[in-house]
């Protein structure tokens, strides 16, 4: 049985061994900055809602899973509820074409350009997606439920986020891990290392404003590797993009100004699992033939010890909810659920 829950002080141990997994950037490998990152989450699950609705911008939600049997936590993600502020703005390169064309000599060329802009009213985003890499493959497709149960929350509470919503992905890194876009444009400008540079972002942006070029940047006279980069996933991200643009996320030719990792956006209403999220009496554990795969949480709030929730194969009908793989046991255990009780089930896609 896993359960998926938000973070607790406890789980800083969990996610020391996550920021030290090759090729992960979600989490700095820094106790003291892992640390506040939880205390930000503990403190933005407890935080009142706004009456004015507006999104309190400093929000961010740490969710984790966790193996009930031994307590070892297997994945995080994350929610921020907006990424770009006037203290901290939402930095893209905006990808483009230029045409040119001499009627004198008869030829013309299309050259791709890049444009540094910025959002200081930016979206709520979801990110820190990080999973033991033992579970990546696992029959418990624990990725799945820690990547949707994000969705789950922010159906459940859209009133602490906005109402657009953005995923930065990673782009393929060449054999030393670099990102071939940062060797050809950041670090040329900055003289950092990329991995300097994103760490740096997290306390200070003002390097950005001031070191980058600010007008178009041809790709044109970029190494073929860098151009390849640009707008790309690497091979264990595309799971993660073909899903997003699932449920109803798109390309709007926006990428990070680092990397070149595409920036997806949706509208929070047109995501798929939400449109399908709803409340269910919840009937005694049976087996059954036709069932929905998906997570399930109380209709309460909160549930006992916060947010908590799991996945589940459920089968709906005339406002009945009923769970086939879960005995009435390990849901009470989980989530101190008991048939009879109200749930909110979201379906997979």
Known sequence: MIVLREIQENDLDALERFAQIPGFINLPNDKDLLREKIQASIASFKSEVKTDGSVKTDGKYIFVAENLENHRVLGTSMIAAQHGTTESPHFYFEVGNEEKLSQTINTGFIHGTLKLKYDTNGPSEI????????????????????????????????????????????????????????????????????????????????????LFPSGKIYTTFLPAEARNAIGRVGKDTEPVLHMLKKIGFSYKNQVDPFDGGPHLWANVDDLLPLKKLGTYALTPSAKSETTDAGLVTSAKRPTRGGFRAIAAQAAIKDGKITLSDVSDEELHEALGLSPGDSVMFMPYY
């Open 127 to 210: 990110g820190g997606l990080v999973l033991d890499p033992e579970y990546r493959n696992s029959e418990a497709r624990v990725g799945r439920q820690i990547s949707f149960v994000r969705f789950l929350y922010l159906g459940l509470n859209r009133n602490r986020f906005k109402r657009k919503i953005l995923a930065e992905l990673l782009p393929p890194l060449n054999k030393k891990g670099q990102s071939p876009l940062w060797e050809a444009i950041g670090r040329r400008f900055t003289n950092m290392d990329y991995w300097e540079a994103d760490q740096l972002c997290q306390k200070s942006k003002e390097f950005i404003f001031s």
